[in-house]
């Protein structure tokens, strides 16, 4: 059963909360305009650890987001995707299915 990307999951505490899309974070001036879900376009993907490390691209600026769930998927799969998908718009990516 394929699952999309924006329905990955993870458990915090007793909670169980939505990983895609991510809260996405920079520096930001008060001109700047926050990236707030499926926004901008995926530029670069990286594993830290038990997650991965996105870049988008919103407004011209560079933001960065986090994305951890509970397996399955598994973080090679996940990354092997994303990393296909690399200067698509997020609302897009987030569609994908694993």
């Known amino acids: 059963m394929a699952v999309k990307i924006r329905n990955l999951k993870r458990k915090v505490g007793d909670a169980v ?8 974070t920079g520096s930001y001036t008060g001109a700047d305009k ?15 650890d038990d997650r991965l490390s996105l870049i988008i691209e919103y407004e011209g600026r560079e933001h960065v987001g986090s994305l951890q769930w509970d397996a399955p998927p598994s973080l090679d799969e996940v990354e092997r995707v994303l990393k296909a998908h690399l200067g698509e718009p997020t609302k897009a990516v987030g569609d994908l299915d694993l």
Do not use: E, I
């Open 17 to 24: 909360v939505s990983a895609w899309p991510q809260g996405w």
């Open 34 to 48: 926050f990236a707030v879900g499926d926004v901008g376009v995926l530029k670069s993907v990286k594993r830290l």
